[in-house]
Nanobody, 123 residues
Framework: QVQLVESGGDSVQAGGSLRLSCAAS??????MAWFRQAPGKEREGVAG????????NYAASVRGRFTISQDNAKNTVYLQMNSLKAEDTAMYYC??????????????????WGQGTQVTVSS
């Protein structure tokens, strides 16, 4: 079992920045990702990272604005979000997978999920 706890969600104005954190504990995991879900929309993969090699993948909608990173000493993955837009408003979820051989932005790749943290961007 892997336990994931997200934090850092807030309400900000368009153009602002936020940093989300996902603290992980429990069993071994090798891929982590951030997903988001807005009301009435499907869950969307935002950014994923393969922890052993540090390689990251991003959705086209956030590439160049968001950065996923890891702190192995703290077992924490971050999502730095810059130049936020109103359309970034959503509940953001952290996810973990045991294997690294998975499509990183596909929700079905992940077994473990956090409870979510709300990001609201006002225009």
């Amino acid at each position: 079992q892997v336990q994931l706890v997200e934090s850092g969600g807030d309400s900000v104005q368009a153009g602002g920045s936020l940093r989300l954190s996902c603290a992980a504990s429990g069993s071994t995991y090798n891929t982590m990702a951030w997903f988001r879900q807005a009301p009435g929309k499907e869950r969307e993969g935002v950014a994923g990272i393969r922890l052993l090699v540090g390689s990251a993948n991003y959705a086209a909608s956030v590439r160049g604005r968001f950065t996923i990173s890891q702190d192995n000493a703290k077992n924490t993955v971050y999502l730095q979000m810059n130049s936020l837009k109103a359309e970034d408003t959503a509940m953001y979820y952290c996810a973990a997978a045991v294997t690294w051989l998975v499509p990183p932005l596909v929700a079905g790749s992940y077994t473990y999920w956090g409870q979510g943290t709300q990001v609201t961007v006002s225009s």
